[in-house]
T-cell receptor
Framework: DAGVTQSPTHLIKTRGQQVTLRCSPKSGHDTVSWYQQALGQGPQFIFQYYEEEERQRGNFPDRFSGHQFPNYSSELNVNALLLGDSALYLC??????????????FGSGTRLTVV | GNSVTQMEGPVTLSEEAFLTINCTYTATGYPSLFWYVQYPGEGLQLLLKATKADDKGSNKGFEATYRKETTSFHLEKGSVQVSDSAVYFCALIVGYSTLTFGKGTMLLVSP
């Protein structure tokens, strides 16, 4: 049973560029959440998608946007990259009501470096 | 708002030593509490959870008790192994909100 798959695993971009990160949820899960984990910090919630719509959003600027496809996979887009966007980006999938019971499955993340 | 505070690391122990990682929280509402573990190069894995006061979560020899009176959820293990070396995150959820994490505590266990 495949877990959460993220691609790419590593990425280097230049300031001002745009980036797209991808996530395939665990089989049977229909909700996808994205987190940003800066070095030495805990993951910070970016947004959550369910039924192809953004359901919740954390305290991130509009440069961060996302999308969910009919097959439940998701993309995270970041425009006008800043050095401070360098981080590990984690995707987590779940059922909508399972989150409160810790029912999230995390991917291994995409390491984004902005130079 | 919701927040989680963990003791800073790294915590360095010898194999078979006793482990405690402190975690306290503030929450608007009644939270569920979790410990996640992150091994090098991997994503987060749920280690244990507790959903109401006085519940004890346990897994792989790790334990944590939900203490509402002290707003704490300290992680303990009686005898650590080298394979326990990882970063440990305390986290909470209130209702249908999303996970709020602490900053993480790195554990290094030497033979």
């Amino acid at each position: 049973d495949a877990g959460v798959t993220q691609s790419p695993t590593h990425l280097i971009k230049t300031r001002g560029q745009q980036v797209t990160l991808r996530c395939s949820p665990k089989s049977g899960h229909d909700t996808v959440s994205w987190y940003q984990q800066a070095l030495g910090q805990g993951p910070q919630f970016i947004f959550q998608y369910y039924e192809e719509e953004e359901r919740q959003r954390g305290n991130f600027p509009d440069r961060f946007s996302g999308h969910q496809f009919p097959n439940y996979s998701s993309e995270l887009n970041v425009n006008a990259l800043l050095l401070g966007d360098s981080a590990l980006y984690l995707c987590a999938s779940s059922f909508p009501e399972a989150g409160q019971w810790g029912g999230y499955t995390f991917g291994s993340g995409t390491r984004l470096t902005v130079v | 708002g919701n927040s989680v505070t963990q003791m800073e690391g790294p915590v360095t122990l010898s194999e078979e030593a006793f482990l405690t990682i402190n975690c306290t929280y503030t929450a608007t509402g009644y939270p569920s509490l979790f410990w996640y573990v992150q091994y090098p190069g991997e994503g987060l894995q749920l280690l244990l959870k507790a959903t109401k006061a006085d519940d004890k979560g346990s897994n792989k020899g790790f334990e944590a008790t939900y203490r509402k009176e002290t707003t704490s959820f300290h992680l303990e293990k009686g005898s650590v192994q080298v394979s326990d070396s990882a970063v440990y995150f305390c986290a909470l959820i209130v209702g249908y909100s999303t996970l709020t994490f602490g900053k993480g505590t790195m554990l290094l266990v030497s033979p």
